[in-house]
């Protein structure tokens, strides 16, 4: 199934339940011609079948109505982040080969200067990159040269293994890999995601999670195929998501812990006894079911949310870009943190630790290994956009390692540890992150924190802990009582109480809200206090 066909089935079947929500509302019938008509404008500008089109965009309905023209056409669409600098623009525009790059006003200058990049790079073929404008009232827009196109569809066969889109990942290291995913990988991971999520036929969802990510891509696709209601925000404000909410009546929330962590602390989001919401009527009642990914999430993050929303399903997904569903952790409340089981499309094992470890060799029952996920999953991407390194060093014998660390119980349920990137070796002991966090967010000192690794003398790696002091208290004062709090009252063992502790004015994240520990443990941060006694 290719998803233009998807878009044009879901018009077939109800071409007057409203497809898109917020300021500009339209039905699927609406939605079919105006994605045909851009299209049309994509081919007037030159884009054929097989050509890769880079979107650098805010997000929003522009950029889902012209990714899903991109299917249409045949054309790779290649969404980008809008955070990224010129230089790292102009190196993925140039990797993949784009023929076309749409931008609008909030990235016109950064493109302008990747440009200027592109044409004095000495490169052997350089790309014949065109750009045009989406959104501007200044400009001419490929939404204005739309106008006049028909609405039928384009008149070109799009195959199930042609490809669809191509997502680059931010990596820890090095450049970032473009994963490159044909029409059923994304079918097959959206149908998933429908039955694993507890998302169902017309239920009205907050597109705000980018579509540069395959978490925005999945909500948005698995919205069309269940004839749903997918209502943009381009960039993510938790008092604008949660009017969104409450004039939209939003049913169903597929995000990142942080931005449900924002959500819960403007007070409004649910009713609760306790917590951030004070017991207070909230204005997202219509929530019903709430799933999370792209980082592990606190049971007190958790705790607070269930408290705040009742909801019938509360879902863990563990997955990547590279193969869109790993696990599954079906009930978030009855057990926080698990990821669960294989998806129904995947299998799963866990392997020695060991870089490069053999996908055969399994460790027993109980014991921590490394994540295996198999390659045969419909879901599942074919390799790197001409990076064979990064083949070579993520798929072994037809299974994919994705750099997990996970403990399954005496259920079968793996529990994520952490990763192999984040393990922290602090006097010979392997340390993981997060059941540490999960102690010190409970002090009522603290808003956020993250736990790193840093380097040091004596212990090769210091377990150090930077947090977000909570409103109204000072650095100093937040420092000490979080230092008494884990001592006292949070019941680490000693070997996992922080050897250091650093108040921050806020904790690097990604565009879509992923902790960057690469960044603090790399010294991009600035103390506001610190129990070392270094600068503040």
């Given at each position: 199934?290719?998803?233009?066909?998807?878009?044009?089935w879901?018009?077939?079947?109800?071409p007057?339940?409203?497809?898109?929500?917020?300021?500009?509302?339209?039905t699927?019938?609406?939605?079919?011609?105006?994605?045909?008509?851009?299209?049309?404008?994509?081919?007037?500008?030159?884009?054929?079948?097989?050509?890769?089109v880079?979107?650098?965009?805010?997000?929003?309905?522009?950029?889902?109505?012209?990714?899903?023209?991109?299917?249409?056409?045949?054309?790779?669409?290649?969404?980008?982040?809008?955070?990224?600098?010129s230089?790292?623009l102009?190196?993925?525009?140039?990797?993949?080969?784009?023929?076309?790059?749409?931008?609008?006003?909030?990235?016109?200058?950064?493109?302008?200067?990747?440009?200027?990049?592109?044409?004095?790079?000495?490169?052997?073929?350089?790309?014949?990159?065109?750009?045009?404008?989406?959104?501007?009232?200044?400009?001419?827009?490929?939404?204005?040269?739309?106008?006049?196109?028909?609405?039928?569809?384009?008149?070109?066969t799009?195959?199930?293994?042609?490809?669809?889109?191509?997502?680059?990942?931010?990596?820890?290291?090095?450049?970032?890999?473009?994963?490159?995913?044909?029409?059923?990988a994304?079918?097959h991971?959206?149908?998933?995601?429908?039955?694993?999520?507890?998302?169902?036929?017309?239920?009205?969802?907050?597109?705000?999670?980018?579509?540069?990510?395959?978490?925005?891509?999945?909500?948005?696709?698995?919205?069309?195929?269940?004839?749903?209601?997918?209502?943009?925000?381009?960039?993510?404000?938790?008092?604008?998501?949660?009017?969104?909410?409450?004039?939209?009546?939003?049913?169903?929330?597929?995000?990142?812990?942080?931005?449900?962590?924002?959500?819960?602390?403007?007070?409004?989001?649910?009713?609760?006894?306790g917590?951030?919401?004070?017991?207070?009527?909230?204005?997202?009642?219509?929530?019903?079911?709430?799933?999370?990914?792209?980082?592990?999430?606190?049971?007190?993050?958790?705790?607070?949310?269930?408290?705040?929303?009742?909801?019938?399903s509360?879902?863990?997904?563990?997955?990547?870009?590279?193969i869109?569903?790993?696990?599954?952790?079906?009930?978030?409340?009855?057990?926080?943190?698990?990821?669960?089981?294989?998806?129904?499309?995947?299998?799963?094992?866990?392997?020695?630790?060991?870089?490069?470890?053999?996908?055969?060799?399994?460790?027993?029952?109980?014991?921590?290994?490394?994540?295996?996920?198999?390659?045969?999953s419909?879901?599942?991407?074919?390799?790197?956009?001409?990076?064979?390194?990064?083949?070579?060093?993520?798929?072994?014998?037809g299974?994919?390692?994705?750099?997990?660390?996970?403990?399954?119980?005496?259920?079968?349920?793996?529990?994520?540890?952490?990763?192999?990137?984040d393990?922290?070796?602090?006097?010979?002991?392997?340390?993981?992150?997060?059941?540490?966090e999960?102690?010190?967010?409970?002090?009522?000192?603290?808003?956020?924190?993250?736990?790193?690794?840093?380097?040091?003398?004596?212990?090769?790696?210091?377990?150090?802990?930077?947090?977000?002091?909570?409103?109204?208290?000072?650095?100093?004062?937040?420092?000490?009582?979080?230092?008494?709090?884990a001592?006292?009252?949070?019941?680490?063992?000693?070997?996992?109480?922080?050897?250091?502790?650093?108040?921050?004015?806020?904790?690097?994240?990604?565009?879509?809200?992923?902790?960057?520990?690469?960044?603090?443990?790399?010294?991009?941060?600035?103390?506001?206090?610190?129990?070392?006694?270094?600068?503040?």
């Open positions: 199934m290719d998803l233009g066909t998807v878009l044009r879901a018009a077939d079947r109800y007057h339940r409203r497809a898109v929500g917020g300021p500009s509302p339209m699927y019938a609406q939605w079919d011609a105006h994605v045909n008509r851009l299209a049309h404008a994509l081919a007037g500008l030159g884009v054929r079948q097989g050509d890769h880079v979107m650098s965009l805010s997000g929003g309905e522009r950029q889902a109505s012209l990714h899903f023209a991109a299917q249409k056409l045949g054309a790779v669409a290649v969404p980008l982040s809008f955070r990224l600098s230089d790292e102009a190196y993925c525009v140039a990797d993949a080969g784009a023929t076309l790059m749409i931008t609008d006003e909030s990235t016109a200058e950064t493109a302008e200067a990747a440009e200027r990049a592109l044409a004095d790079q000495s490169l052997t073929d350089p790309p014949p990159v065109n750009r045009v404008m989406s959104g501007s009232a200044k400009d001419t827009t490929i939404e204005r040269m739309a106008l006049d196109q028909p609405s039928t569809a384009p008149d070109v799009v195959r199930d293994h042609d490809l669809s889109v191509m997502l680059y990942t931010s990596g820890t290291t090095g450049k970032p890999k473009g994963v490159p995913r044909t029409h059923s994304e079918y991971a959206s149908v998933a995601h429908l039955i694993q999520s507890g998302q169902s036929r017309f239920d009205v969802t907050l597109g705000v999670m980018p579509l540069f990510h395959t978490m925005g891509l999945r909500t948005l696709i698995a919205t069309v195929i269940g004839a749903g209601t997918w209502v943009p925000q381009a960039r993510f404000d938790p008092g604008e998501a949660i009017e969104l909410m409450r004039r939209e009546r939003i049913t169903s929330l597929y995000l990142v812990p942080t931005m449900y962590w924002s959500l819960l602390r403007t007070g409004r989001l649910g009713e609760a006894t917590g951030a919401t004070g017991g207070a009527k909230g204005e997202a009642t219509s929530v019903r079911k709430l799933a999370y990914a792209g980082a592990a999430m606190t049971p007190a993050l958790a705790g607070e949310l269930a408290e705040a929303l009742h909801p019938e509360f879902v863990n997904h563990l997955g990547s870009t590279e869109y569903t790993f696990t599954i952790g079906p009930d978030v409340v009855a057990k926080p943190g698990s990821a669960g089981r294989a998806g129904v499309f995947s299998q799963v094992r866990l392997v020695s630790p060991h870089p490069g470890a053999d996908p055969d060799d399994l460790v027993e029952p109980g014991e921590l290994g490394q994540l295996a996920v198999s390659m045969r419909p879901e599942a991407f074919a390799g790197y956009w001409r990076r064979p390194d990064a083949d070579a060093k993520s798929i072994r014998g299974w994919y390692f994705p750099g997990d660390l996970a403990v399954a119980d005496e259920d079968g349920d793996l529990r994520v540890e952490g990763r192999v990137d393990m922290i070796n602090s006097g010979g002991e392997n340390i993981y992150p997060d059941d540490i999960d102690a010190l967010i409970r002090c009522p000192a603290v808003n956020e924190v993250v736990v790193v690794g840093l380097e040091d003398d004596r212990w090769g790696q210091a377990v150090t802990a930077f947090f977000v002091p909570a409103v109204g208290r000072a650095p100093g004062d937040a420092t000490a009582a979080l230092q008494e709090y001592r006292e009252q949070s019941g680490l063992p000693s070997v996992k109480r922080p050897k250091r502790y650093i108040a921050v004015a806020e904790i690097p994240k990604s565009a879509v809200g992923k902790l960057l520990r690469r960044q603090l443990r790399s010294g991009g941060y600035d103390a506001l206090a610190d129990s070392s006694g270094g600068p503040a």
